[in-house]
Each structure stands twice: as C-alpha cells, then as structure tokens.
C-alpha cells in the first residue's frame, strides 16, 4: 500500500507482507508470490512461494525476490499486484580530494585549480550509476559523471567545497565541507 518500489539493502533481511482490509476477507484469500522475467516481452513467470508473508535472505539473487503478489479468492478470481524491490547500497565519497583539507594553493583569480574526489559503490556492478555535485563557496554545480574539474576565480583567502554523491536510486554521501587557502604571488594580473 505504501509504494510499489520498494528498496532494502542487500546485507539485510527484509519481510513482505500482505495486510488485508476489511480483515475479515482474509481467511477467503490465497496469496502467490511470483517474479516476472527481467524481460518485459517475455511472459514468464515464476512462482517463489505462498502464504501472507515472504522472508527476503541477505545477498538473495535479484531472480528469487518477488515482483508480483497474486491475490485469488474462493471462485477463482484473481489480481496481480506487481511492485519492485531495489537491493541497493548507498554510494560512500572518498576522503582523499585535492585540494586536501588546509591546503593553500598559489595563483590569482586566472589561475585555473584542480578539484578532483571519488566515491565507491559496491552496486557499480548492477549497472548503478554515479552523479556528483560539486559546492565550492556555496555556490553548486552538478558536474554528472565527473570526477575532477579545473575552477578559476578564486580571490585571495580561505575557499571551502564539500561534494555530495548521489545514486540512481537517491541514496547518497556527503564529503564533509574542506578548507583551502588561495594566496595570490601573481599580483593578480589581469
């Protein structure tokens, strides 16, 4: 009832649950528990089980987790309800960026400098996929894929920038906000 994807993470044990409303049709109902093919031309289905709840093991192949719940009464009738369950783990930054926490970096506001950080996912392997933004000064910029950038226009003094990584499923990290120091040995030639 509350959403039709559902998201655990895969280390977990997680419990589907059928609850019925009016209560007293329950004892009329029969429930299965199938998985639809992957492929959505394709008509197969298969059952995993039956009964008002379904017990999800840590680690279980994305094939044996249910993604349809066949309600069939007495007569014969019966409703598919079909939902999705995400095993996802949320993505983690990298603490090593440059520029590193207190550094101080040399150049005038021309001066184009590097920023550069990573994150790790362990779910890259099911074709999860990674978006970054960036905050320099508080100041954001979604920077996609990327994983370095050149910036220029920093006036001498202390800057900060934190990074935030984000998922296909929005689950995300934030890289703590980090101090650098820009003095300007140029003159700030323009």
Do not use: C
Request: aromatic share 12%; charged share 20%; glycine share 6%.
């Amino acid at each position: 009832q509350d959403s039709s994807v559902l998201k655990i993470h895969p280390g977990d044990t997680a419990t589907l649950k059928v609850y019925v409303y009016p209560r007293q049709y329950k004892k009329d109902l029969t429930f299965e528990w199938l998985n639809k093919s992957l492929f959505e031309d394709s008509p197969e289905i298969m059952s995993l089980g039956e009964g008002t709840e379904f017990k999800i093991s840590p680690y279980t192949s994305p094939s044996l987790i249910p993604s349809v719940l066949r309600a069939s009464d007495k007569q014969g009738n019966s409703m598919n309800i079909s939902f999705n369950v995400i095993m996802n783990s949320p993505p983690t930054m990298n603490t090593n960026t440059k520029p590193a926490q207190g550094d101080t970096l040399y150049g005038n506001s021309s001066t184009a400098f590097l920023f550069a950080w990573g994150a790790m996912d362990p779910d890259l392997l099911y074709d999860d996929n990674l978006s970054f933004t960036l905050i320099i000064d508080k100041k954001t910029y979604h920077v996609g894929n990327l994983t370095s950038i050149q910036q220029s226009g920093f006036s001498e003094g202390e800057h900060s920038f934190k990074i935030i990584v984000t998922d296909m499923y929005n689950d995300s990290d934030t890289l703590k906000s980090r101090n650098f120091f820009v003095i300007d040995t140029l003159g700030d030639q323009k």
